[in-house]
């Protein structure tokens, strides 16, 4: 079966600190995977998805940037944060090609820039 | 490009009533369409979809959705809620075929006793 793992769950970063969020997905190849980014009444941001390695589209100008150097590894990553960056950062994956028809999130890491 | 509205920031409800939540799309191409639930400090966990097909679709917890193309909606509905049903609600659309995948802004619904 497949899982998903995010880490950490909890993170505090002073400002102007860099940033490195990992995904990686299990039992399954060639996902598609995103990056969500939730901010207090904002909704689900995509902030990044790939549909293979080395192919990241960026959905929003930021301060963040993503790779994805293997398969099933998704990094989420900053070279200097900002306080608008705080928020809850949610990784996912879906495989449309092979009948998993929907995306399947982890546990997310709650990031509050200080 | 696909978006998504959903109507409602948040739906106060009573315990045993009904409950609607909506949510409108807009794409220029056939789509997926998901209801997701996320409960505090988790990830999102999927309650329904429409694929294609019958535009009825029922999920876990007794929610069911009605996909309406001319109305661009897909409405999410149950007839009697809980409790443990309070949580955030959120619509999301893909293209057919997948891809990105948007959601909309989540619904907070919230029952009380």
């Known amino acids: 079966s497949q899982t998903i793992h995010q880490w950490p769950a909890t993170l505090v970063q002073p400002v102007g600190s860099p940033l490195s969020l990992e995904c990686t997905v299990e039992g399954t190849s060639n996902p598609n995977l995103y990056w969500y980014r939730q901010a207090a009444g904002r909704g689900l941001q995509l902030l990044f998805y790939s549909v293979g390695i080395g192919q990241i589209s960026s959905e929003v100008p930021q301060n963040l940037s993503a790779s994805r150097p293997q398969d099933r590894q998704f990094i989420l990553s900053s070279k200097k944060l900002l306080l608008s960056d705080s928020g809850f950062y949610l990784c996912?994956?879906?495989?449309?090609?092979?009948?998993?028809?929907?995306?399947?999130f982890g546990q997310g890491t709650r990031l509050t820039v200080v | 490009a696909q978006s998504v509205t959903q109507l409602d920031s948040q739906v106060p409800v009573f315990e045993e009533a009904p409950v609607e939540l909506r949510c409108n799309y807009s794409?220029?191409?056939?789509?997926?369409l998901f209801w997701y639930v996320q409960y505090p400090n988790q990830g999102l966990q999927l309650l329904l979809k429409y694929l294609s097909g019958s535009t009825l679709v029922k999920g876990i917890n007794g929610f069911e959705a009605e996909f309406n193309k001319s109305q661009t909606s897909f409405h999410l509905r149950k007839p009697s809620v809980h409790i443990s049903d309070t949580a955030e609600y959120f619509c999301?659309?893909?293209?057919?075929?997948?891809?990105?995948?948007?959601f909309g802004q989540g619904t907070e619904l919230s029952v009380k006793p």
């Open positions: 996912a994956w879906a495989d449309w090609d092979r009948g998993h028809l929907e995306a399947f």
């Open positions: 999301a659309v893909s293209r057919f075929q997948g891809g990105k995948l948007i």
């Open positions: 794409s220029s191409v056939s789509v997926y």
